[in-house]
């Protein structure tokens, strides 16, 4: 669907004023999509759905399904979005077994998902290594000398490392 100009203004500020909102209605939207996508394989099973209460463990979901456990942090991007090379990943969290990124992406008129993109391993396994990758600059934080300072923790992961688009049910 074609936006005018100032529809697409009137959305991306929308977006920045209402971000919660928004990151809430993703959530639900990706947590209903794969439970569509258990049910219609096997309605006996479940998928087991944590919600993280804090976020300082790099995770905003985790996943039970039969015996596996994904630990999820979700990133987004809608359809207009330039420049979204590149995704901060906290190294402890890519250090979890079953560990992964998840980047949705949606329509900015609708905020509905479109594909997504996966960053991980099997359920089993921690995240690929992490370490050699640029650490994160922290936006608005500087040092004396009016520096950037370094988030030593953090890694940028440039989208080229996750898997392309996909869909929710592979």
């Not at 947590?31 to 300082?56: C, I, M, T």
């Not at 090379?85 to 992406?105: A, E, K, N, Q, T």
């Not at 600059?137 to 923790?153: M, T």
Request: with cysteine; aromatic share 10%; glycine share 6%.
């Amino acid at each position: 669907m074609l936006m005018s100009d100032s529809d697409r203004a009137r959305n991306i500020k929308a977006l920045a004023e209402r971000s919660i909102y928004v990151e809430n209605v993703l959530i639900h939207s990706f947590v209903a999509k794969l439970s569509s996508v258990v049910w219609s394989r096997n309605p006996e099973d479940a998928l087991q759905v944590f919600y993280a209460e804090v976020g300082d463990s790099g995770f905003d979901v985790v996943l039970g399904f039969l015996s596996q456990v994904r630990y999820v942090q979700l990133k987004q991007a809608h359809d207009e979005k330039e420049g979204w090379g590149r995704y901060s990943v906290r190294l402890s969290f890519s250090d979890l077994p079953g560990s992964c990124v998840v980047l949705r992406l949606y329509s900015l008129c609708s905020l509905v998902l479109a594909s997504f993109r996966f960053l991980g391993s099997t359920p089993d396994v921690s995240m690929p290594d992490m370490t050699g990758l640029r650490v994160i600059k922290s936006p608005g934080r500087r040092n004396l000398a009016g520096e950037q300072k370094s988030r030593a923790q953090y890694r940028d992961v440039p989208i080229r490392r996750f898997r392309d688009r996909m869909s929710a049910e592979g």
